[in-house]
């Protein structure tokens, strides 16, 4: 039997023995989790050190994993969304879009060009609130707490928008089969005008604040690196390859929702450490804030949902007098609606990478298969090669900055 | 140059023979089955091939068909992506249920590492040559394999909620 089958405190005790006996050093064994502060989620990391470096670690993973694909292979489309909403809590609206364009994916449904536009305005804005968070904690990991705070409040504005769009903060539950439950109301513009037009000179006076500083560079820069290969090899999509020179970007590579429409660029780095995956979620909310300008200015006219009465609810009002809207209602509700064979691979450009959902209908009203691939769970794996060896401070600041979502983790 | 799908199908059927079969596309994604024994083989030659070039393994997950015959009940499937042409397959390996076993990909991507013991976790799905094939969602001690289709959602013994009534059961009946 292998010995990386045995529980890692059983493993690290005989390393501790043999190392004792060896030369003397007493290596020692921290168990870092299942909930640390500086671990941003419930996730467990064991960790053998010599005195600060790390020598070894193993992570355990699965705190929250809450059976995803299986609630969702006994339930129909239209309840699975609240279950993609708590993958990447950080950007639910990104979730929630990829699934719905899988379904209609699979079931063949044409999107009206507003309702992809407007899906583009609420991912942007969602890989904005997501960039915050983690661009921040990042701050916080290397002891400045300012920034965190002063920018959270414009995380609270985009969460305003959301509410303002679908009643919900969060766990957004935002759109259905087709587009959007409800028209954009004008308080939701107004606000995001407002969003626009305040929150840039916010975000460079973030930047201000630790780009450049010598302490955050100090304790970034050639942190965590990872080569292009090795991320490659290791599976990683979105800024944290990109940090490490590769310009893969699913909205480029198989553009979805007409990103194709939109002209922005794709920010790379060059030594795929912290500091450059720190400057590349950076770079990437002034390309977002630049793809929701254009789409509203590019927004046409139309209706905020496509004409499908298969799979799209029809008004309350109609409901209650219409005999035709009270049967698709019903039929609806209840799951009867005509759902093709096949199967579906249908991949997004999440907060963290390729978020992608592989989806396999055999007729029946729920999903035969289900499989979510999750950045963040391929993405992790990686985590105990890049740190071993590091400081065990460095470790902490490597986990903020690959942005670890231990939502995204466990599914 | 761009690779269309029919270059890899020639390519796979040059190479490989009776190994590889049912290709056909879907959703313009090209899709095609591989033996067990050599599906080791062909992501190799995938990825190494010069003209080929699927550099980047994207997704690997298990399926369950408990109603197929004997020999193909469970599923792995693999998604690669060539990222210099931007091409993506699905490449699909059918197992006996009795005995599960599929060559790792480890060796060759090391992204399949925790993908596997996904599978393995919730499939019981072994994975030869893996270096670590243990349980990572599930807890150790466990015994089932939780997505296989007998394992029930929920106790069975429940009275206080029926399903049906709300539209959550796999059909209406």
Known sequence: MSDLLLPPEERYAKLIEEKFKEDGTELQILNLGPTHPATHGIFQNIILLDGEKIIDGEGTVGYIHRAFEKIAENRPFYQINVLTDRLNYCSSPINNTAWWMTV???????????????????????????????????????????????????????????????????????????????????????????????????????????????????????VGGISAEEAINFGFTGPNLRAAGVDYDVRVANPYCSYEDFEFDIPVGTNGDCYDRFCVRNAEVYESLKIIRQALDKMPEGPFHADV???????????????????????????????????????????????????????????????????????????????RGSMLSDAIITLSSLNIIAGELDA | MSLDNSTIQKYLISNFGMSVSEFHEQHNMLVFEV????????????????????????????????????????????????????????????????????????????SANWQERETYDFYGIKFKNHPQLKRILNMDEMVSFPLRKEFPLEDSGRTDKDDRFFGRTVHNS
């Not at chain 1, 009002?317 to 064979?341: Q, R, W």
């Not at chain 1, 691979?345 to 992608?356: K, Q, S």
């Not at chain 2, 992501?43 to 020999?71: A, R, W």
Request: negative net charge; hydrophobic residues 40%; aromatic residues 14%.
């Open chain 1, 309 to 387: 009465p298969d799979y799209y609810l029809p008004p309350k009002e109609d409901v209650y007098t219409n005999m035709e809207a009270l049967i698709y209602h019903f039929k609806i509700v209840m799951g009867e609606v005509p759902v093709p064979i096949t199967e579906v691979y249908h991949p997004v450009e999440a907060g963290n990478g390729e978020l992608g959902f592989y989806l396999i209908t055999d007729g029946s009203r729920t999903p035969y298969r289900l499989h979510f691939r999750r950045p963040c769970f391929i993405i992790y794996q990686a985590y105990n090669d890049i740190v």
């Open chain 1, 104 to 222: 209609e994916k699979a079931l063949g449904i044409e999107i009206p060009k507003r309702v992809q536009y407007m899906r583009v305005i609420v991912m942007e804005l969602a890989r904005i609130a997501d960039h915050i968070i983690c661009s921040s904690v990042m701050g916080v990991d290397t002891g400045a707490l300012t920034g965190f705070l002063y920018v959270f409040q414009y995380r609270e504005k985009i969460y305003e928008i959301f509410e303002e769009i679908c009643g919900a903060r969060l766990t957004t539950n935002m759109g259905r089969i087709g587009g959007f439950e409800r028209e954009w109301s004008p308080t939701a513009f107004k606000k995001l005008n407002e969003f626009l037009e305040e929150f840039p000179a916010i975000w460079e006076e973030f930047e201000n604040l630790l780009t450049r500083n010598r302490i955050f560079m100090d304790r970034t820069i050639g």
């Open chain 2, 35 to 110: 033996t067990p024994d050599s599906i080791h083989d062909v992501v190799k030659f995938l990825k190494e091939d010069s003209t080929l070039n699927f550099n980047f393994l994207t997704d690997v997950c298990g399926v369950h068909y408990p109603d197929s015959e004997e020999d193909r009940q469970f599923t792995v499937v693999y998604h690669m992506h060539n990222w210099i042409d931007n091409v993506r397959i699905r490449i699909k390996t059918y197992l006996n249920a009795k005995n599960p076993v599929v060559d790792s990909m480890t060796d060759l991507f090391k």
